[in-house]
């Protein structure tokens, strides 16, 4: 098993570019959700998904869309990027809310 | 919203030394996971703990969850340099929550050689 794998592992954009944060799980976890992490600011979460076609939003939205067409995967796309969306992205995904969150390796977003 | 207040924020001790590191809240908790990141990865799991006053050892660590269920501390003895990374408590909120778990700021532990 791969576990949770996110592309790209380094992206730098500019104000106002979009793009796309992939996420992918190979363990049917229903489970799956977005933080970002800032010095001193700990995980905060941005969007969670409870299953495929469901998903809702967590402490820090703004600026972010996700979908989830299938169980597998979890898209985080930045519609107008912001030098305050510079941040470390990890996506998680586990069997239930409250179970062990399985991380991927993250992605490092710059945005000038 | 329910708080997770993790102490110290920074920790850096000599190799061989014991330290505690906690995980205060005000509110109740039906469970308890502690995490460790190290750079450049993602979290991963430590622990669960579950019962108050539950205590759980990991080789060197000793994880213990108070009897009312809205602390945890987490004991590290004769402390190694493969034990530095962040070390991160989260909280499953009483009454379950489709958001999920808490999380504390978290704790940068190095240990020097």
């Known amino acids: 098993n791969a576990g949770v794998t996110q592309t790209p592992k380094f992206q730098v954009l500019k104000t106002g570019q979009s793009m796309t944060l992939q996420c992918a799980q190979d363990?049917?976890?229903?489970?799956m959700s977005w933080y970002r992490q800032d010095p001193g600011m700990g995980l905060r979460l941005i969007h969670y998904s409870v299953g495929a076609g469901i998903t809702d939003q967590g402490e820090v939205p703004n600026g972010y869309n996700v979908s989830r067409s299938t169980t597998e995967d979890f898209p985080l796309r930045l519609l107008s990027a912001a030098p305050s969306q510079t941040s470390v992205y990890f996506c998680?995904?586990?069997?239930?809310?409250?179970?062990?969150?399985?991380f991927g390796p993250g992605t490092r977003l710059t945005v000038l | 919203t329910q708080l997770l207040e993790q102490s110290p924020q920074f920790l850096s001790i000599q190799e061989g030394e014991n330290l505690t590191v906690y995980c205060n809240s005000s509110?109740?908790?039906?469970?308890l996971q502690w995490y460790r990141q190290e750079p450049g990865e993602g979290p991963v799991l430590l622990v669960t703990?579950?019962?108050?006053?539950e205590v759980k050892k990991l080789k060197r660590l000793t994880f213990q969850f108070g009897d009312a269920r809205k602390d945890s501390s987490l004991h590290i003895t004769a402390a190694q340099p493969g034990d530095t990374g962040l070390y991160l408590c989260?909280?499953?909120?009483?009454?379950?929550?489709?958001?999920?778990?808490?999380f504390g700021k978290g704790t940068h532990l190095i240990i020097q050689p």
């Open positions: 703990v579950v019962t108050g006053g």
């Open positions: 363990m049917n976890h229903e489970y």
């Open positions: 509110s109740v908790f039906s469970s």
């Open positions: 998680a995904s586990s069997y239930g809310t409250d179970s062990e969150q399985f």
């Open positions: 989260a909280g499953a909120r009483a009454g379950g929550g489709a958001d999920g778990l808490t």
